[in-house]
């Protein structure tokens, strides 16, 4: 059942609508990141480093090559905070494309179905928000475990799986059920969504191709929602 669901995402991203909004996603997300890291650098260049000018003349030589290592690591570590924000950043604007994503998929490969409901906007503006909280705790939680002896990726791609096969699967299947049914239908098919979240949290793990996670994670819960349901007479439509 995973895999054959993450077969049909994978055809599904070359999908002509599927790919129209992945650029754009891309595009917004490219945008906001080097639109902050401009801002950073005018506030730096503006506030900070003139100041830092002042003070150097006096400074002993061993004071201003520290300062340049420190500047140097600073540097680095706004370069690394930029990647981590890919996915974060990525996850806001998805939000706006997602259901668009899954009205391609639900027309074309399931045309018989009745078609889901995108949430009203007030809801989906918190479920936007609960996932951009969940993007941004999974992903220092597995940052903070990448540090662990011992623990390491395992750890990283078991809390990523959990977390990202629950919300998108929870997209999926808030368009056609009650928030007290998908509940129920996680609980019971618990161990499906989390290893179709394993396959997310692997996508998700490798760069660049992160990218691509929101419109993936969103069209292989579609498609794993809609096995799940024809599977299980509990849930049938």
């Known amino acids: 059942m995973i895999l054959e669901a993450v077969r049909l995402a994978g055809r599904n991203m070359l999908a002509p609508e599927t790919r129209a909004a ?4 891309l595009g917004l997300t490219l945008l906001l990141l080097v639109g902050g890291w401009v801002l ?39 370069a690394a905070a930029f990647v981590l924000l890919i996915a974060p950043v990525t996850a806001i604007i998805a939000g706006l494309f997602l259901d668009g994503v899954a009205e391609v998929i639900e027309s074309r490969d399931y045309p018989a179905d009745a078609p889901g409901q995108a949430l009203p906007v007030g809801r989906a503006a918190i479920y936007t928000v609960k996932f951009l909280g969940v993007v941004i705790a999974g992903n220092l939680l597995a ?20 977390l990202f096969g629950r919300e998108f699967f929870e997209f999926a299947a808030l368009r056609f059920r009650s928030e007290e049914e998908v509940r129920r239908m996680r609980s019971k098919h618990g161990t499906t969504i989390f290893l179709g979240g394993l396959v997310i949290a692997v996508v998700l793990a490798i760069p660049i191709v992160n990218l691509l996670t929101p419109i993936f994670g969103a069209s292989m819960m579609v498609h794993l929602h809609k096995m799940i349901s024809r599977k299980d007479p509990e849930f049938a439509a």
């Not at 992945?22 to 996603?25: C, G, K, N, V």
């Not at 506030?43 to 003070?55: C, E, G, L, S």
């Open 22 to 25: 992945f650029w754009r996603i």
């Open 40 to 78: 950073i650098r005018e506030i730096f260049v503006a506030y900070v480093a003139p100041w830092i000018q002042t003070f150097l003349p006096t400074m002993p030589d061993w004071v201003v090559w520290i300062g340049s290592l420190a500047g140097i690591i600073a540097s680095l570590g706004l």
């Open 143 to 162: 940052l903070f475990l990448l540090l662990v002896p011992g623990v390491n990726l395992i750890a990283f791609f078991l809390v990523n799986g959990y």
